[in-house]
C-alpha cells in the first residue's frame, strides 16, 4: 500500500476531490431543469441542515483521527494506534444516533427556523419531509469518517479518494435518476422527488464505507489491525479519547463555521429581504442562489483547499512531533503558494464568464449571474480560511483556532443585515451585502492566524508574497485576453452557445495563465522542477516533458 508525500497527497486527494466535485456541478444541470426553482430551493434547505450536522457530528473526527494516528504512528506506538481506531468508532456511534435523532424527531421546529413565517413558496412540512429524508445519511457517514481518518493517518490517501469518488458517482445517480423518474414516470410530489434526491446522500455513503472497510480489511497486516499485541501502550483510553476530542473539536469549529456561515446567510437573507418586501419566489431564488447553487460551482475551487488540508495534516503533524518549525513554516507556506497560484485564476476566469457559466448550469437568469461574479470569490478566502486554521490545528494551537473562526463567525453574523440594508439604500442589490460580509468574516479569520504565526514563530512570508505579485503579470494577460474573446464572440444567452464560450475562453485563458506562468518560473518555484515535470508527463500521457 503505497504512502504519499505532501505534494503527491495533495495532487491525488485533489485530482479525485476535483473529479467528485465537477460531478457535484454537473448533476445540477439536469436536475435543477427537473425540479426548477422552488424544487431547487427545497433541496438547498435540507442539504445545508444537513450539512451542518453532518459537520456537528463527523467533521473533526476524519483530521482527529488522522492526526491521533499519525502521531502515534510516528512514536512507535502501534498498539495505541489501533486502540485509538476503534475508540473512535464506538465514540462516532454515539454521535451519529444521536444526531440522526435530532434531525428527524425535530425536522418541523428546524424547517420553521429555516423559512419562518415566508409565504407563497415551499412549506413547512415540505422542507421537514426532505430534512428527514437526508437525515438517515448521518447513520453511515460519521463510520466512512472514521475509517478515512485511519487510512490518512497512515498517509494512505488513494483510498479514501476513491471512496469520494465511489461516494459521489453513486450518491449523483440517485439524484438525477431518482428526482426524474419520481416526477416524470410516476407523477410524484415535487416534495418526494427531492425527498429522492437528498436520500442519495444516504446510498452513496453505504457503498463508500462498503469499499473502504474492504481495503482496510485487505491490508489489514499494513495498517496493524491484524498483530496481537502482547502488551499495550503506556497511554490510557481515556487519555486517547481525549486527545481525540480535543483534536476534532477545533476542526468542528472549523467545518460547522463553514456550514453556519451558509445557514445564517440562508436564514437572514430570506428574513430582510422578505423585510424588504422582496416577492416570496424571488427571496427563495436568492437565497438558494448564494447558499447552494453558486457553492455548486465555487466546489471546483474549494476542492483544491479540500484535497490540500487532507495531505496537508498528517504532513504539518510530524514536522511538529519532531519539533521541525522550519519544515511547518515552509510546509504553510507552499500551501498558501499552491491556492494563489492555482485557485486565483480559476476564480478571476469564473468571474469574467459568469453568464455562460450560468447559464450551461441553471438556464440564464441575470441575478443569478450577477450573485455568481461576485459569490465566486468566497470560494478563494474559503480556501484561505481552511488552510490557515487546518494549519492551527494540526500544530494544537487551539486557543487561536477559537479566536480566529469565531472573530470571522461573528464578523460575518452581524454585518450580514446591516450591509444588506446599506446595500439597499444606496442601490446596490442587498444580497451583495451578504456575500460581502462573508469574505470579511473569512479574512479577519485567516489575518489574525498569518500574524499569530509571524510573531509567535518568526514565519516569514516573504517567498509567498512575491509568488503572489508575480502571478498578477499572467493574471492580467489572462483577464486581457478573455475580455478580447468575449468581444468577437456571440452572447451567451443559450447553453450550446455558453458551453463553446467557455471552452473556448476557458482553454485560451488557461493556456496563456499557464504557460506566462511557467516562463515566468512561478510554476518551477512553487512545484519543484522534478515534481513539475511528473505532473505534466502524467497530464499529457509522458508525451510531454519538461527539458533539463
Not at 478566502?381 to 486554521?389: A, D, H, K, S, V
Request: charged share 15%; net charge positive.
Amino acid at each position: 500500500m503505497k504512502k504519499s508525500s505532501f505534494i503527491e497527497g495533495t495532487f491525488i486527494a485533489t485530482l479525485a476531490i476535483v473529479f467528485t466535485k465537477i460531478l457535484g456541478m454537473l448533476y445540477v444541470i439536469p436536475f435543477y431543469a427537473t425540479v426548477g426553482i422552488k424544487g431547487g430551493a427545497l433541496y438547498a434547505y435540507a442539504y445545508n441542515i444537513y450539512v451542518l450536522f453532518i459537520d456537528i457530528s463527523t467533521a473533526g473526527l476524519p483530521n482527529a483521527i488522522s492526526k491521533v494516528i499519525n502521531e502515534y504512528h510516528t512514536l512507535g506506538k502501534e498498539e495505541a494506534k489501533v486502540r485509538a481506531y476503534n475508540l473512535g468508532k464506538t465514540l462516532v456511534r454515539f454521535i451519529a444516533i444521536i444526531s440522526f435523532i435530532v434531525l428527524f424527531v425535530f425536522a418541523k421546529q428546524i424547517a420553521l427556523l429555516i423559512i419562518g413565517e415566508l409565504k407563497g413558496g415551499n412549506t413547512i412540512e415540505d422542507v421537514a419531509f426532505v430534512i428527514r429524508c437526508i437525515s438517515f445519511a448521518i447513520l453511515v457517514i460519521p463510520f466512512l469518517s472514521v475509517a478515512r481518518g485511519y487510512l490518512q493517518g497512515h498517509r494512505v490517501i488513494n483510498i479514501s479518494s476513491i471512496s469520494q469518488v465511489i461516494e459521489q458517482v453513486a450518491r449523483v445517480l440517485i439524484i438525477i435518476l431518482g428526482s426524474y423518474l419520481a416526477l416524470k414516470v410516476f407523477h410524484l410530489s415535487l416534495r418526494n422527488a427531492v425527498g429522492i434526491a437528498v436520500f442519495g446522500a444516504f446510498v452513496g455513503g453505504l457503498l463508500a464505507y462498503f469499499y473502504v472497510r474492504y481495503k482496510i480489511y485487505k491490508n489489514r497486516k499494513e495498517l496493524g489491525l491484524a498483530t496481537k499485541f502482547k502488551e499495550k501502550d503506556e497511554v490510557t483510553n481515556k487519555e486517547i479519547i481525549k486527545k481525540i476530542i480535543s483534536y476534532a473539536i477545533p476542526v468542528v469549529i472549523i467545518s460547522v463555521s463553514i456550514s453556519i456561515y451558509n445557514f445564517i446567510d440562508m436564514v437572514l437573507i430570506l428574513r430582510t429581504m422578505d423585510y424588504l418586501k422582496f416577492s416570496a419566489l424571488k427571496t427563495e431564488f436568492v437565497t438558494s442562489a448564494i447558499s447552494t447553487w453558486c457553492s455548486k460551482i465555487n466546489v471546483i475551487i474549494t476542492a483544491i483547499g479540500a484535497g490540500m488540508t487532507t495531505s496537508l495534516i498528517p504532513t504539518i503533524v510530524n514536522s511538529y512531533t519532531l519539533g521541525k518549525w522550519d519544515d511547518v513554516a515552509k510546509t504553510f507556506n507552499k500551501a498558501l503558494q499552491i491556492i494563489f497560484v492555482i485557485s486565483l485564476p480559476m476564480v478571476v476566469g469564473i468571474c469574467l464568464l459568469a453568464r455562460p457559466v450560468w447559464t450551461i448550469f441553471y438556464a440564464y437568469n441575470h441575478i443569478g449571474v450577477i450573485i455568481l461574479s461576485l459569490n465566486i470569490f468566497v470560494a478563494l478566502f474559503l480556501n484561505l480560511f481552511m488552510i490557515t486554521n487546518f494549519t492551527l490545528q494540526s500544530v494544537n494551537k487551539f486557543k487561536m483556532v477559537y479566536i480566529s473562526v469565531l472573530g470571522g463567525f461573528i464578523t460575518n453574523g452581524l454585518l450580514d443585515i446591516p450591509l444588506m440594508l446599506l446595500f439597499s439604500k444606496i442601490g446596490i442589490p442587498p444580497y451583495f451585502g451578504a456575500i460581502v460580509a462573508t469574505m470579511l468574516g473569512y479574512s479577519l479569520s485567516i489575518l489574525t492566524t498569518m500574524i499569530y504565526f509571524k510573531v509567535k514563530y518568526n514565519f516569514h512570508y516573504r517567498k509567498t508574497i512575491m509568488v503572489c505579485l508575480k502571478t498578477i503579470i499572467p493574471l492580467l494577460l489572462m483577464v486581457l485576453v478573455v475580455l478580447g474573446l468575449r468581444q468577437i464572440m456571440p452572447v451567451p444567452n443559450r447553453k450550446a452557445i455558453s458551453i463553446m464560450v467557455c471552452g473556448v475562453c476557458g482553454v485560451v485563458g488557461g493556456i496563456v495563465y499557464l504557460f506566462t506562468s511557467y516562463k515566468m518560473g512561478i510554476l518551477t518555484d512553487v512545484f519543484g522542477k522534478e515534481y513539475l515535470n511528473k505532473i505534466i508527463k502524467k497530464l499529457t500521457f509522458g508525451k510531454v516533458s519538461i527539458k533539463e
